[in-house]
């Protein structure tokens, strides 16, 4: 059973900087790539970002790209999110997935098989 631990997120200025990491106890050996969405109050929750976990290919949403920067560490099971230039409708709860089996859907949440708990991000204005 893979466990998925957030960690990095807080308060920060209008304009500031982030880093999300996102630990996996364990790759399985179906697991393909990761991904960050983003939850906000009363909404769906929000494609951020995906990284193969072979290649390194990553995708971004457009309305990140420039800002935020997926990436990931092979040797520690971790994938990181440095988000700059947070503007306060950045903020939200920020999840890991991990997902398996095929490159399909990797922008939408239900092509993820698992799921951390969500890490809280808040830009001040």
């Known amino acids: 059973h893979v466990q998925l631990v957030e960690s990095g997120g807080g308060l920060v200025q209008d304009g500031g900087s982030l880093r999300l990491s996102c630990a996996a106890s364990?790759?399985?050996?179906?697991?393909?790539?990761m991904g960050w969405f983003l939850q906000a109050p009363g909404k769906e929750r929000e494609f951020v970002a995906a990284i193969s976990w072979s290649t390194g290919s990553t995708y971004h949403a457009d309305s990140v790209k420039g800002r935020f920067t997926i990436s990931r560490d092979n040797t520690k099971n971790t994938v990181y999110l440095v988000m700059n230039s947070l503007k306060p409708e950045d903020k939200a709860v920020y999840y890991c997935?991990?997902?398996?089996?095929?490159?399909?859907?990797?922008?939408?949440?239900?092509?993820?098989?698992?799921w951390g708990q969500g890490t809280q991000v808040t830009v001040s204005s």
């Open positions: 364990a790759r399985t050996f179906s697991a393909i790539a």
């Open positions: 997935a991990e997902k398996t089996a095929s490159f399909a859907r990797i922008t939408t949440a239900r092509g993820y098989d698992y």
